[in-house]
């Protein structure tokens, strides 16, 4: 399991709601899903940083009821959290095109 | 999604302000989250085959040891409050950085604002909360007589016996006499000391170690007129005895009698009675020493206080009704004419009651000032804010645009407002150290020349009472403005060019009316106060200047009357003989007030009536010469001479008042007189030169001949010496020469007469200059807000103005434009405290003299002042705009 960097799995843990709301357990399942499997969110990340993404105001929680009558907290994302889910994939897309430039420069 | 956007805006204000409160559902609601997810995967765990066992160990192991990230979630949501609140603060902190003078004029507006309800505070507190500043002074209580027509006083030795004897709801009870004027003789030098009498167990009650030797013992206080022990105070010891451990067993003497040091009190220790420092104490069984004029183990002598501590468990309550039930044996003992009613038992704070009772009216005018000078600070801020908020309209708008509400906008405002309270505060508690020691100078010395230092150092109470003000300062100017400065519309304000609404520019001029309503009535005040001393100091009739008074004292030292006629002959030879002394007269009575005490008058054909009937009217028993030597003019007859003695017949002097009122239209000289019964000839009459204020009585005055002893025996007497030079240098050659006739007798009270006059009118002269301060301070102010509303008005319309000017208008026809725009708050301002100076004026009365409470001049004069003043204010920024360049105006856009 790769050892994400905090600002990337916030990255990831908005994207995973961008398409509608979902609790905690949905979002690792979501990413894990996604990715095939090669992302796996540890449970002692993804709470604190949806308290951060929360707190920074990026997305919101309440408490609804599951299919199988269940009581959990579901987070969705606000206009601020769209925004920042904008500014971060153009961030990540400039910082990764620029590593692979490096990395495919040969020793010559 | 709106509506989860609005509803998380509201959880989020919620939750802050709630936020510690609602710490538990928090917990629980994170509990049922983590609980929600580990189901899941151990569903999952089952769904991919695994038994229930496993399922459950391998969700639990995936999930990390579950207290530990519990407790990072939880910090996360802790985190949260705390950084927003440190977030605030920096950012208010970095603002106020950025505009120094700003920052600089609002916390100094404040400092003085909290500066002065916290010097009035300090003071009040003092006068009537401060608990002795004891160990055990929680626990001390008063017990006195109380609700007497003539005002509370105290139970006396008896009586004190009794409660110590029956009281159960006080572990120890203690008598005291703490304004003993004990004359002492040590190492060679005779001086005055501020004594107090003080039964055995006084002070083990008070909890306090002497600093060197030991304190009574119960033996030492069982037996009157025998042990002559004494204790001295930490200050005394320094001054006569060299801070030197061998003064334990000197010898000294008191009042003539020979006494024992056996302690020193501790360091910072001077009594239990606030404004009357003890350096000396002796013990109760002493009292005869310490007290001549009757015998004060006696009841029909009650002099001395009565101090007991409550015993641990007992509540005031039970302690007021036990002294209830024991009134009738207390009041029997105390004075057997009957007239105390009631006993009262109440925590021994602040100064004596009766005391007390004569600094209400002062402290009503000072709390009112000082509300007084705190609202025009916070209005003045509040402008100060308001204005600012023209310039940040877009930076506001800005964070509104990206999403904060406007609730955390007026978080991030108040927090601002409440660096400069927070700065302000600290700033004005440490300038108020100073103000209280000033206020408290007013009093530093009473018209007897003794001092009354009261306490107005910091404690609980005071700084307790500086936070809460600086809070409410806080509310008070900072959230209306944060309230209107966040309430923006953003396009507007986003919009290039000036903005700016025209209600924002009404409530600042609104605020500045205000603060020159409040200026102009303490103004008006200040005038009338001044107007009064100076009407005072000229109705007087002689001239205090240049004289000299001082006291000897032979009853303290147990002469009687046949020894001390021919010793207060001898001394006033010597003092007549010294060099510079032109005159010289003994008085009975107090040089200050001018008055010995009342009698009844009548003339002898008039119809007898009862004594509580009879005309009272004061008098003043008076020694050949007197009117002479403070240079009041005669108006008919003689002076009383040396021949006036107990041999001749009984004479006497009248004032105009008192002529004019029994012999309006005859002759007066040789006139027959009844005074408390006597017949007296009167064979002078004198002008009325008495000072007094409008609420002090009539004049009417009476004057007997000092030697012929027709009310009172003579033992004791006052001086009072007319020098050729400076009083004060000529008061140690004249009490050398008063020595010379018996040195063990105390010369004391040695002072100049004018400026004991001026100590009579203490309360005036610091309501005068208090209102002066504080008048100053708001007149300052509100130019400050003026100033600032005249430049805000020039910035507003800098455009028209340019174009005014472009076209050809004067310079000077812009100015005066302006000048009078800003002076439409000054009008309203004037008006409203006008008014209010009409309305509040009776609060005065009381030190009013020459001057009613409505009096035109003074209200003129206040306004010509704030007229000039708001002028000045108003012409600095304008003129600046009448001078601008067209061009410029329309440059930036």
């Known amino acids: 399991m790769a050892d994400l960097l905090q600002g990337t799995l916030d990255m990831l843990v908005l994207k995973s709601l ?26 002692g990340s993804l709470y604190p940083a949806l308290h951060r993404l929360t707190r920074q105001g990026f997305i919101t929680s309440s408490w609804r009821v599951t299919e199988n009558n269940r009581r959990a907290r579901y987070y969705a994302l606000t206009a601020a959290g769209r925004r920042a889910l904008a500014d971060e994939h153009a961030s990540w897309e400039r910082l990764s095109r620029a590593v692979d430039v490096v990395m495919r420069i040969s020793p010559s | 999604m709106f509506l989860t956007n609005l509803l998380a805006r509201i959880r989020g204000a919620a939750g802050l302000v709630g936020g510690f409160a609602g710490e538990r559902a928090h917990e629980q609601d994170l509990d049922d989250e983590l609980q929600f997810h580990l189901e899941k995967a151990k569903d999952r765990n089952v769904r991919r085959g695994m038994t229930v066992e496993q399922a459950n160990r391998a969700a639990l192991v995936q999930f990390g040891g579950k207290a530990q990230w519990t407790e990072a979630a939880r910090d996360e949501r802790r985190s949260r409050i705390i950084d927003d609140f440190t977030r605030d603060l920096r950012y208010g902190a970095a603002t106020l950085r950025r505009n120094p003078g700003f920052a600089v004029s609002a916390i100094l507006t404040i400092a003085l604002g909290i500066a002065a309800t916290v010097t009035v505070f300090s003071f009040i507190n003092s006068i009537y909360l401060r608990p002795v500043a004891v160990p055990e002074g929680q626990r001390l209580v008063r017990v006195y007589g109380g609700s007497r027509p003539d005002g509370e006083q105290e139970l006396g030795f008896p009586a004190f016996r009794e409660l110590r004897r029956s009281a159960r709801s006080f572990d120890m009870v203690a008598a005291h006499y703490s304004t003993a004027p004990l004359y002492v003789t040590a190492r060679g030098e005779s001086a005055e000391a501020r004594g107090a009498v003080v039964s055995g167990d006084y002070f083990r009650m008070l909890g306090i170690q002497p600093a060197l030797g030991r304190f009574f013992t119960l033996a030492e206080d069982s037996v009157p007129d025998r042990d002559a022990v004494a204790i001295i105070g930490y200050g005394l010891w320094q001054r006569r005895f060299g801070s030197e451990a061998r003064v334990i067993g000197e010898t000294v003497t008191i009042n003539g009698r020979a006494f024992s040091v056996i302690g020193v009190a501790p360091e910072h220790f001077d009594g239990i009675v606030s404004g009357f420092p003890n350096e000396l104490w002796i013990p109760t069984m002493m009292l005869r020493t310490g007290y001549r004029w009757c015998d004060a183990f006696r009841a029909a002598c009650p002099i001395t206080s009565i101090t007991a501590r409550l015993a641990p468990g007992a509540s005031l309550g039970q302690a007021r009704a036990e002294v209830s039930a024991l009134t009738p044996r207390l009041a029997a003992l105390t004075d057997p004419d009957d007239s105390i009613r009631v006993i009262a038992t109440n925590p021994a704070v602040g100064i004596r009651v009766w005391e007390q009772r004569q600094f209400a009216q002062l402290s009503t005018l000072l709390s009112a000032i000082a509300l007084i000078l705190m609202s025009v600070a916070c209005a003045n801020l509040s402008g100060l804010l308001l204005a600012r908020g023209l310039s940040r309209q877009r930076e506001i708008a800005l964070r509104t645009s990206l999403g904060a509400g406007r609730w955390r906008i007026v978080r991030q405002l108040l927090t601002e407002s409440a660096i400069i309270a927070c700065a302000g505060g600290v700033i004005g508690v440490v300038l ?61 304000a986003l919009k290039v060019g ?29 005038g009338l106060l001044t107007r009064s001393f100076g009407a005072l100091m000229s109705t007087q009739q002689f001239d205090p200047r240049g004289v000299a008074q001082l006291r000897l004292r032979p009853m303290l030292m147990g002469y009687d009357h046949e020894r001390a006629v021919p010793y207060l002959h001898r001394a006033l030879e010597s003092i007549r003989a010294t060099p510079g002394v032109v005159s010289a007269s003994p008085v009975n009575g107090s040089l200050v007030r001018q008055a010995t005490g009342r009698v009844t008058v009548a003339l002898p054909d008039d119809v007898p009536v009862a004594k509580e009937n009879a005309t009272r009217i004061e008098y003043f028993d008076i020694g050949p010469g007197y009117f002479a030597t403070l240079r009041v003019p005669l108006i008919a007859g003689r002076e009383f001479s040396e021949h006036d003695d107990p041999s001749t017949p009984l004479v006497a002097m009248v004032n105009q008042s008192l002529a004019k009122r ?56 006052r001086i009072a010496i007319r020098v050729s030079g400076d009083p004060l240098r000529a008061l140690p050659a004249l009490q050398r020469a008063a020595a010379v006739a018996d040195p063990g007798v105390p010369v004391t009270e040695l002072l100049a007469m004018e400026s004991q006059m001026r100590a009579t009118y203490t309360e005036l002269r610091l309501g005068g200059a208090v209102l002066i301060v504080g008048a100053s301070l708001a007149l300052f102010l509100s130019a400050i807000g003026l100033y600032g509303v005249v430049s805000f008005l020039v910035t507003q319309r800098a455009r028209e103005i340019g174009i005014r000017l472009a076209v050809g208008a004067r310079p000077s026809d812009v100015l005066a434009m302006l000048v009078r725009q800003g002076f439409h708050p000054v009008w309203i301002g004037g008006a409203i405290g006008v008014a209010a100076s009409i309305i509040a004026a009776p609060l005065l009365s009381r030190w009013l003299f020459g001057v009613g409470p409505i009096d035109r001049v003074t209200i003129a004069a206040a306004l010509g002042t704030v007229g000039l003043v708001a002028m000045f204010a108003s012409y600095l920024p304008a003129r600046r705009a009448s001078r601008t360049d067209p061009a410029t105006v329309f440059r930036c856009d």
């Open chain 1, 18 to 43: 961008q398409l509608e709301p979902m609790h905690g357990w949905g979002i690792t399942e979501r990413i894990e899903q996604w990715s095939n499997d090669v992302l796996q969110i540890n449970q």
């Open chain 2, 432 to 492: 108020s150290l100073w103000t209280s020691r000033a206020l408290v100078g007013f009093f530093a010395s009473d018209s007897e020349g003794y001092l009354h230092p009261y306490d107005v150092s910091l404690d609980a109470r005071v700084v307790l009472f500086a936070v809460i003000t600086a809070l409410g300062a806080v509310m008070l100017f900072g959230l209306f403005p944060a309230l209107r400065i966040s309430r923006v519309d953003v396009a507007e």
């Open chain 2, 498 to 526: 000036t903005g700016g609404s025209a209600s924002r520019s009404r409530a600042r001029m609104a605020l500045v009316a205000g603060q020159v309503a409040l200026a102009l009535s303490l103004l008006v005040g200040a």
């Open chain 2, 662 to 717: 029994l012999w309006p239209n005859g002759s007066v000289i040789d006139q027959p007189l009844l005074l408390n019964g006597k017949q007296f000839r009167v064979v002078g009459v004198v002008k009325d030169h008495r000072v007094h204020t409008m609420s002090e009585a009539s004049p009417a005055m009476a004057y007997v001949a000092f030697w012929q002893n027709a009310t009172v025996p003579q033992i004791d007497a």
